[in-house]
Nanobody, 120 residues
Framework: QVQLVESGGGLVQAGGSLRLSCVAS????????MGWYRQAPGKQRELVAI???????NYGDSVKGRFTISRDNAKNTAYLEMNSLKPEDTAIYYC??????????????WGQGTQVTVSS
């Protein structure tokens, strides 16, 4: 199985920056996409950013131009650089990976989440 562990969340003032990391471990044959989703209280989980194994990226509209996703395939790690943070970015951020422990066995995996709080 594949395990995802996030780190880097915390409390920051509006306009500040944070960097999230997500490490995939376990039995890994292949990791396709890795990315981040977030969920604020009372809201649905939404896409923040996602990156393929080839480096193609996609961002949620609300974070375009402020957040940058990157990936180190050798370390099975994804990063989310968050700049110009706003109070509305406050949420639990979940790491996501589409991966598989063996050829032909691919599924969606989620981390436990890390809290990001932006104060005004």
């Amino acid at each position: 199985q594949v395990q995802l562990v996030e780190s880097g969340g915390g409390l920051v003032q509006a306009g500040g920056s944070l960097r999230l990391s997500c490490v995939a471990s376990g039995t890994i044959f292949r990791i396709n996409a890795m990315g981040w989703y977030r969920q604020a209280p009372g809201k649905q989980r939404e896409l923040v950013a996602i990156i393929t194994s080839g480096g193609s990226t996609n961002y949620g509209d609300s974070v375009k131009g402020r957040f940058t996703i990157s990936r180190d395939n050798a370390k099975n790690t994804a990063y989310l650089e968050m700049n110009s943070l706003k109070p509305e970015d406050t949420a639990i951020y979940y790491c996501y990976a589409n991966a598989g422990p063996r050829s032909g066995s691919v599924g969606d995996y989620w981390g436990q989440g890390t809290q990001v709080t932006v104060s005004s």
